[in-house]
C-alpha cells in the first residue's frame, strides 16, 4: 500500500551551488548493508540516518541510496511493488523524509534509485493483469505476448534473460489454460514495462514528482538504455547469452535504443522545474563511451556512469587511452566525464586489482597486499581527474569482496542459473564494519544479514579512524584535498606529462600533478613539485623521487 506524508517539505541547500554535481564526489549507501538501526540483522533508513555525520566528515557531497521501495526482495529491491511506498524491512516515509532533511542539514545531498525497466510481479499492475487475464488493458503495459508453436508453447523471441534463461515467462489463464508470456530482461519477478504506453510515462512522471516534492537532489536511473525495445520485439539471431556487463552491441534491440533519449528529455524538463540544481544519473551500459554520452546531451540527463572506465585493467596506456576517451566523449556534449571503480554489481577493486587482469566480476580473492596497494593508487588517480566522482560504500575501508561465502547464504538471484550475468554479486554486499568488536562489528545489534569475515575487525571504522597510514584516513584527506585545491574537481582536460613506461604524470591547470606508477617495481622520476598527498610514503630529494610500485602521488607544483 502506498504510504503517504501529511505534511511534507524539506530544507533547502545553500543556493549558491549551481552544477554542483560537476565536480560532485557522489557515496553509494546499499541500504541492506550499511547500518542496522532496529537490530534485525538487515541495514534500514535509521541506520543509514545515523551514520550521516561519517558521510560528512569523510567529506563527499552527495548520498546515492539503491532502491528501499517496498518490494518482495526477490532481487534485493530492484523488483518494485510500490513506487512511493519504503519496504518495512527499510523503514518509513517518515523515516524517509527525516533522512533526507538531516541530509540536508549537514549540506549533504541524496540521490535515490530509481528502476523504470521493469516493476515486480507484486506491482498493482501486473498482478491485476494477470487476474484479469487476456484482454486486460492493463496487459498493454507491460509486453504480454502469444508463444509460438502449434500450441504457443515457444517463447515469442529468442531474447533470453540477464539472468540466465528465457527472458520469457508463460501464464496462467484465470481458468488454468497456459496463456500468453511476458518478457523479463531480467528474474521472472521482474517484468518489463511497455514504454510505448502512455500510462507507463505518465506514472513515471507523476513518480519523479513524488520523491522530488520529498525534497530528493537527484535520481539513479537503473537499467537506463532498457527502457525501449525494438518494434516487434525482432528475434536476436544468436545462441550467445548476453550479459549486461558484456560489450554488447549497435543492434542489440532491448538495450540502448534511440526511443530511449525521448523519455529522458521529458524528465529533464520536470528536474528543471524544482530548485536546486536536480539531477538524475544513467546507469547506462553501451558498447562505446560516445554512445554513453547521448544519454547526457544538454537537453536529457546530467551524468551517465563511466562503465569503459570501470573496466580497465591495472594498466598505464589502457588507462590513459579510457580517461582520453571519456573526456573526448563528454566534451562535445558539455558533460562531466564520471569515475567509477566499484559498486554494488561487480567485484570490489581491492580485489579486482589483486591478481591478473580478469574482468569486473571475479571469484578469487587474489593477493590481498597487492590489491589493496593497487586499489589505493586507483583511488587517487580517480579523483585527480576532472568531474566527478562515485565510490561505493567500504571502498575507503580497504574492504576486499567476500569471495567465500557459503553458498546457502547467498541471495544474489542469478546464482544458481547457468549462461547469464554471474551470481557472485553477494561478496561485494557484505555489512560493512563500524567497530573491531561485536557481534557485526557494530553494523547492528542482531547480527548481519550476510556474514561478515573475522579480519573484518581491523579494517573497520573504529580500527581505521586517527592511523595516518589507513585506507580510511588516506580517503579523507584525499576528498579534504580535492575539496579545497584549486586546480581539482571541475573540468574537461588533463595534460599528459612525459613519463616512463607503466607510469602515467597528469597535469590539471592551477599547479596539480598526479604520478601514477603501474608497474611492479619502483621507478625513479624527476619530482614534479612538493608532495600534496601519496597513497605509499615517497621521499624526493635533489629534484628525483622513487615511486613505489603500484603507487600514486598527489602533487602541487
Request: proline residues 8%; hydrophobic residues 40%.
Given at each position: 500500500?502506498?504510504?503517504?506524508?501529511?505534511?511534507?517539505?524539506?530544507?533547502?541547500?545553500?543556493?549558491?551551488?549551481?552544477?554542483?554535481?560537476?565536480?560532485?564526489?557522489?557515496?553509494?549507501?546499499?541500504?541492506?548493508?550499511?547500518?542496522?538501526?532496529?537490530?534485525?540483522?538487515?541495514?534500514?533508513?535509521?541506520?543509514?540516518?545515523?551514520?550521516?555525520?561519517?558521510?560528512?566528515?569523510?567529506?563527499?557531497?552527495?548520498?546515492?541510496?539503491?532502491?528501499?521501495?517496498?518490494?518482495?526482495?526477490?532481487?534485493?529491491?530492484?523488483?518494485?511493488?510500490?513506487?512511493?511506498?519504503?519496504?518495512?524491512?527499510?523503514?518509513?516515509?517518515?523515516?524517509?523524509?527525516?533522512?533526507?532533511?538531516?541530509?540536508?542539514?549537514?549540506?549533504?545531498?541524496?540521490?535515490?534509485?530509481?528502476?523504470?525497466?521493469?516493476?515486480?510481479?507484486?506491482?498493482?499492475?501486473?498482478?491485476?493483469?494477470?487476474?484479469?487475464?487476456?484482454?486486460?488493458?492493463?496487459?498493454?503495459?507491460?509486453?504480454?505476448?502469444?508463444?509460438?508453436?502449434?500450441?504457443?508453447?515457444?517463447?515469442?523471441?529468442?531474447?533470453?534473460?540477464i539472468f540466465g534463461g528465457p527472458a520469457w515467462t508463460r501464464t496462467r489463464n484465470p481458468d488454468g489454460t497456459p496463456?500468453?508470456?511476458?518478457?523479463?530482461?531480467?528474474?521472472?519477478?521482474?517484468?518489463?514495462?511497455?514504454?510505448?504506453?502512455?500510462?507507463?510515462?505518465?506514472?513515471?512522471?507523476?513518480?519523479?514528482?513524488?520523491?522530488?516534492?520529498?525534497?530528493?537532489?537527484?535520481?539513479?536511473?537503473?537499467?537506463?538504455?532498457?527502457?525501449?525495445?525494438?518494434?516487434?520485439?525482432?528475434?536476436?539471431?544468436?545462441?550467445?547469452?548476453?550479459?549486461?556487463?558484456?560489450?554488447?552491441?549497435?543492434?542489440?534491440?532491448?538495450?540502448?535504443?534511440?526511443?530511449?533519449?525521448?523519455?529522458?528529455?521529458?524528465?529533464?524538463?520536470?528536474?528543471?522545474?524544482?530548485?536546486?540544481?536536480?539531477?538524475?544519473?544513467?546507469?547506462?551500459?553501451?558498447?562505446?563511451?560516445?554512445?554513453?554520452?547521448?544519454?547526457?546531451?544538454?537537453?536529457?540527463?546530467?551524468?551517465?556512469?563511466?562503465?569503459?572506465?570501470?573496466?580497465?585493467?591495472?594498466?598505464?596506456?589502457?588507462?590513459?587511452?579510457?580517461?582520453?576517451?571519456?573526456?573526448?566523449?563528454?566534451?562535445?556534449?558539455?558533460?562531466?566525464?564520471?569515475?567509477?571503480?566499484?559498486?554494488?554489481?561487480?567485484?570490489?577493486?581491492?580485489?579486482?586489482?589483486?591478481?591478473?587482469?580478469?574482468?569486473?566480476?571475479?571469484?578469487?580473492?587474489?593477493?590481498?597486499?597487492?590489491?589493496?596497494?593497487?586499489?589505493?593508487?586507483?583511488?587517487?588517480?580517480?579523483?585527480?581527474?576532472?568531474?566527478?566522482?562515485?565510490?561505493y560504500q567500504g571502498e575507503e575501508l580497504g574492504l576486499p569482496d567476500v569471495t567465500d561465502l557459503p553458498d546457502e547464504?547467498?541471495?544474489?538471484?542469478?546464482?544458481?542459473?547457468?549462461?547469464?550475468?554471474?551470481?557472485?554479486?553477494?561478496?561485494?554486499?557484505?555489512?560493512?564494519?563500524?567497530?573491531?568488536?561485536?557481534?557485526?562489528?557494530?553494523?547492528?545489534?542482531?547480527?548481519?544479514?550476510?556474514?561478515?569475515?573475522?579480519?573484518?575487525?581491523?579494517?573497520?571504522?573504529?580500527?581505521?579512524?586517527?592511523?595516518?597510514?589507513?585506507?580510511?584516513?588516506?580517503?579523507?584527506s584525499a576528498l579534504a584535498a580535492r575539496r579545497e585545491h584549486p586546480a581539482l574537481g571541475a573540468g574537461d582536460a588533463?595534460?599528459?606529462?612525459?613519463?616512463?613506461?607503466?607510469?602515467?604524470?597528469?597535469?590539471?591547470?592551477?599547479?596539480?600533478?598526479?604520478?601514477?606508477?603501474?608497474?611492479?617495481?619502483?621507478?625513479?622520476?624527476?619530482?614534479?613539485?612538493?608532495?600534496?598527498?601519496?597513497?605509499?610514503?615517497?621521499?624526493?630529494?635533489?629534484?628525483?623521487?622513487?615511486?613505489?610500485?603500484?603507487?600514486?602521488?598527489?602533487?602541487?607544483?
Amino acid at each position: 500500500m502506498t504510504q503517504y506524508l501529511a505534511d511534507v517539505h524539506h530544507t533547502d541547500l545553500p543556493a549558491d551551488c549551481a552544477d554542483w554535481w560537476r565536480d560532485a564526489v557522489i557515496y553509494q549507501v546499499y541500504p541492506r548493508s550499511f547500518a542496522d538501526g532496529n537490530g534485525d540483522g538487515m541495514g534500514d533508513l535509521p541506520g543509514i540516518r545515523s551514520r550521516l555525520p561519517y558521510l560528512k566528515e569523510l567529506g563527499v557531497d552527495a548520498v546515492w541510496l539503491s532502491p528501499f521501495y517496498a518490494s518482495p526482495q526477490a532481487d534485493a529491491g530492484y523488483d518494485v511493488a510500490d513506487y512511493r511506498a519504503i519496504d518495512p524491512m527499510f523503514g518509513t516515509l517518515l523515516d524517509a523524509d527525516a533522512l533526507i532533511r538531516d541530509a540536508h542539514d549537514l549540506g549533504l545531498r541524496i540521490i535515490v534509485d530509481l528502476v523504470p525497466n521493469h516493476s515486480s510481479d507484486a506491482h498493482e499492475w501486473f498482478k491485476r493483469a494477470l487476474k484479469e487475464g487476456p484482454g486486460s488493458p492493463l496487459r498493454d503495459r507491460y509486453h504480454f505476448r502469444p508463444g509460438k508453436g502449434a500450441d504457443g508453447e515457444l517463447p515469442p523471441n529468442d531474447w533470453e534473460s540477464i539472468f540466465g534463461g528465457p527472458a520469457w515467462t508463460r501464464t496462467r489463464n484465470p481458468d488454468g489454460t497456459p496463456g500468453d508470456w511476458y518478457l523479463h530482461l531480467f528474474a521472472p519477478e521482474q517484468p518489463d514495462f511497455n514504454w510505448e504506453h502512455p500510462a507507463v510515462a505518465d506514472e513515471f512522471r507523476s513518480i519523479l514528482r513524488f520523491w522530488l516534492d520529498m525534497g530528493v537532489d537527484g535520481f539513479r536511473i537503473d537499467v537506463a538504455h532498457g527502457l525501449v525495445k525494438a518494434a516487434g520485439l525482432p528475434d536476436l539471431g544468436s545462441g550467445d547469452q548476453l550479459k549486461l556487463l558484456g560489450s554488447g552491441d549497435d543492434g542489440t534491440p532491448f538495450f540502448d535504443q534511440d526511443g530511449v533519449h525521448e523519455i529522458y528529455r521529458a524528465w529533464r524538463t520536470i528536474l528543471d522545474e524544482y530548485p536546486g540544481d536536480r539531477i538524475a544519473v544513467a546507469e547506462a551500459w553501451t558498447p562505446t563511451v560516445e554512445r554513453t554520452a547521448n544519454y547526457v546531451r544538454p537537453d536529457e540527463l546530467h551524468q551517465a556512469f563511466n562503465f569503459q572506465y570501470l573496466g580497465t585493467h591495472w594498466d598505464a596506456a589502457e588507462l590513459r587511452r579510457a580517461i582520453d576517451a571519456s573526456l573526448d566523449a563528454m566534451r562535445p556534449v558539455g558533460a562531466p566525464a564520471t569515475w567509477v571503480l566499484s559498486n554494488h554489481d561487480v567485484t570490489r577493486h581491492a580485489t579486482r586489482f589483486a591478481g591478473p587482469a580478469a574482468g569486473t566480476q571475479i571469484r578469487e580473492a587474489g593477493d590481498r597486499e597487492l590489491g589493496l596497494r593497487r586499489a589505493r593508487a586507483a583511488t587517487l588517480l580517480m579523483l585527480a581527474l576532472p568531474g566527478s566522482a562515485y565510490l561505493y560504500q567500504g571502498e575507503e575501508l580497504g574492504l576486499p569482496d567476500v569471495t567465500d561465502l557459503p553458498d546457502e547464504v547467498r541471495q544474489d538471484p542469478a546464482f544458481g542459473r547457468t549462461e547469464g550475468q554471474d551470481g557472485f554479486r553477494d561478496g561485494c554486499r557484505v555489512p560493512i564494519p563500524w567497530t573491531a568488536e561485536g557481534p557485526s562489528y557494530g553494523f547492528g545489534a542482531g547480527g548481519s544479514w550476510l556474514p561478515q569475515p573475522d579480519s573484518w575487525a581491523g579494517l573497520s571504522v573504529e580500527a581505521q579512524t586517527g592511523d595516518p597510514d589507513s585506507t580510511l584516513e588516506l580517503y579523507r584527506s584525499a576528498l579534504a584535498a580535492r575539496r579545497e585545491h584549486p586546480a581539482l574537481g571541475a573540468g574537461d582536460a588533463v595534460e599528459w606529462l612525459d613519463a616512463p613506461e607503466g607510469v602515467l604524470a597528469l597535469r590539471r591547470p592551477g599547479g596539480f600533478v598526479c604520478t601514477v606508477n603501474t608497474t611492479g617495481a619502483a621507478v625513479r622520476i624527476p619530482a614534479p613539485g612538493r608532495v600534496l598527498l601519496a597513497g605509499s610514503a615517497v621521499e624526493p630529494a635533489d629534484g628525483e623521487v622513487e615511486l613505489p610500485a603500484d603507487s600514486a602521488v598527489w602533487w602541487t607544483v
